[in-house]
């Protein structure tokens, strides 16, 4: 029913930055909100960042004032800006849509970010 598909990770070292990129198809009028995970190895995955259909946005504690997430409406995409990354930041991304009534029901392949000392 929606398809989505990641770009933009890769390996830069600490204090840089990326920019994550979800582009999102199919039955994309039922969407109602998509947020970013994230990964590291031996840990739980773990929601870092959201935006509503409204244009809310709310973001995990440890990424306040260094993530910003962002859509264009009219490319039906889905942006991470990524900036002062530390090597606790390294992680698979994930991208994933908020379906009513089955919730986070769909997701990206994952972008790998690793971010060296």
């Known amino acids: 029913q929606v398809q989505l598909v990641e770009s933009g990770g890769g390996l830069v070292q600490a204090g840089g930055t990326l920019r994550l990129s979800c582009a999102a198809s199919g039955r994309i009028f039922g969407i109602n909100g998509m947020g970013w995970f994230r990964q590291a190895p031996g840990k739980q995955r773990e929601l870092v960042a959201t935006?509503?259909?409204?244009?809310?946005?709310n973001y995990a504690d440890s990424v306040k004032g260094r993530f910003t997430i962002s859509r264009d409406n009219a490319k039906n995409t889905m942006y991470m800006q990524m900036n002062s990354l530390k090597p606790e930041d390294t992680a698979v991304y994930y991208c994933?849509?908020?379906?009513?009534?089955?919730?986070?029901?769909?997701w990206g392949q994952g972008t790998q970010v690793t971010v060296s000392s």
């Open positions: 994933a849509a908020d379906l009513r009534p089955a919730g986070w029901g769909y």
């Open positions: 935006i509503t259909r409204g244009g809310s946005t």
